[in-house]
């Protein structure tokens, strides 16, 4: 194995990890999502500290049902 197929492995690594921790930070912001809108903050607040569009945290994000 030369140098170049080395780099290229580690490469792949590295971006397997990135790629798990996007999953995880994705998981925790859609729990924190739904559990805003069970507490009453609405999708439009949550956009904005989000930088999210409304719609997108509407639909992860549904409003509760009563």
Do not use: C, N, Y
């Not at 690594?13 to 859609?30: C, G, M, N, T, V």
């Amino acid at each position: 194995m030369d140098d170049l197929d080395t780099r290229i492995q580690a490469a792949a690594k590295k971006r397997a990890r990135a790629e798990e921790a996007l999953k995880r930070a994705d998981d925790e912001l859609r729990e924190l999502l739904v559990e805003g809108r069970a507490a009453g903050k609405g999708p439009s607040h949550m956009a904005k500290l989000t930088g999210f569009t409304r719609e997108w945290v509407a639909r992860i994000a549904p409003a509760p049902k009563s």
